[in-house]
């Protein structure tokens, strides 16, 4: 889906200008920004990463440089590019390692393959820290000194921004907040990681809808069982509809959601102490829009009260991500320009 806000006209932009590209296991969304991180044009493609990533990242720098041209601009005037991908990756190497989504991209150079392919400077980082940055600089966060971000979806992503910083760790792991572990039981459920505990454990959609399936199948209930035996797929969505209609198991599994993410949420707050929390994502049940979503969010916040420090638990939001689909390539750019800061700085020192 294309941005949820308006462009701006590129004579109304603040410049340095910058572009994010944001890399998804099925699509690519790239997008230019201005220096207040206002979107100027949007475009996507197809990912495909089973062509391989020269192919991938060939297409990519097509798809960028095309967007520099239709939003009628040059590329001399993008000051850098942002780069946010999936999967294991060495940051200051700008390499990609194995990364699940994207088979076959084994110890692949991408920062510097994207570069060479759009003639621009690229700064790179994870996805979820991308994401997070983008709701920091000019989303959800954009009033808070430092902040914790959880993706909610098939997996369970990350970010930690603290003063302008991705916390990204000195081995490019940091921020792997779905994989803190909530369950130390010797028969904790088991991360698709393959690693027993963690927090995407209990908390993904992958966890939602297999905790669900196991309730069916121990005979709970559940006007579920008629949409499933009508050959409709169990997905999140279809859990949030039922719960909406009144289906106690569906509400059940939706609240006990929430209570493992205030654990997770919880345990981050005593290690980080951040300004504040963001949720985002594709699972979060229809966020503020919706009643069911604010019941999600507030029962998060119930568990944090309950097992927080006092003075952590009054004093730190815990609110929905505002930037949708547009965080990852926004927060790409903001990672740029951050870089780019960084540089001229340095520049100016010498």
């Not at 302008?164 to 907040?177: F, K, Q, R, V």
Request: hydrophobic share 40%; with cysteine.
């Amino acid at each position: 889906m294309p941005p949820i806000r308006p462009f701006l006209p590129v004579d109304d932009a603040q410049a340095p200008l910058f572009a994010g590209v944001d890399v998804g296991g099925t699509t690519v969304k790239i997008g230019i920004v201005d220096d207040l991180g206002r979107t100027l044009g949007w475009t996507a493609i197809p990912t495909d990463p089973t062509r391989g990533p020269d192919d991938g990242t060939r297409r990519m720098g097509q798809a960028l440089l095309g967007l520099i041209e239709q939003t009628g601009l040059q590329p001399r005037q993008i000051a850098r590019v942002g780069l946010g991908t999936p999967g294991t990756m060495d940051i200051p190497a700008g390499l990609l390692l194995d990364p699940p989504n994207l088979p076959g991209w084994i110890d692949f150079p991408v920062r510097d393959r994207l570069s060479r392919e759009c003639g621009l400077p690229v700064s790179f980082t994870n996805d979820a820290a991308a994401a997070a940055y983008g709701e920091y600089w000019v989303g959800s966060g954009k009033s808070l000194p430092s902040m914790v971000m959880l993706t909610l979806g098939t997996g369970i992503g990350g970010g930690i921004i603290v003063r302008d910083a991705s916390i990204d760790g000195e081995h490019s792991h940091g921020a792997e907040c779905g994989h803190i572990i909530i369950d130390c039981r010797e028969d904790a459920r088991t991360c698709s990681c393959g690693q027993p505990g963690h927090l995407e454990a209990y908390a993904s959609a992958l966890a939602v809808i297999r905790r669900t399936q196991e309730a069916l199948d121990g005979g709970r209930a559940s006007s579920l069982a008629v949409r499933l035996a009508a050959g409709e797929t169990l997905t999140p969505l279809l859990l949030a509809g039922e719960a909406e209609a009144g289906d106690e198991l569906s509400l059940e599994i939706i609240l006990e959601t929430a209570r493992y993410l205030g654990i997770g949420v919880t345990t981050l707050m005593h290690t980080i102490d951040p300004s504040g929390v963001v949720l985002g994502g594709a699972m979060t049940f229809g966020g503020n829009a919706s009643p069911l979503g604010r019941r999600f969010i507030e029962r998060v916040r119930d568990e944090v009260r309950r097992r927080a420090f006092p003075v952590l638990a009054a004093k730190t939001p815990i609110e929905y991500a505002s930037l949708g689909g547009d965080a990852g390539y926004i927060g790409a750019a903001g990672i740029a320009r951050a870089e780019e800061g960084r540089h001229d700085t340095a520049r100016g020192q010498q």
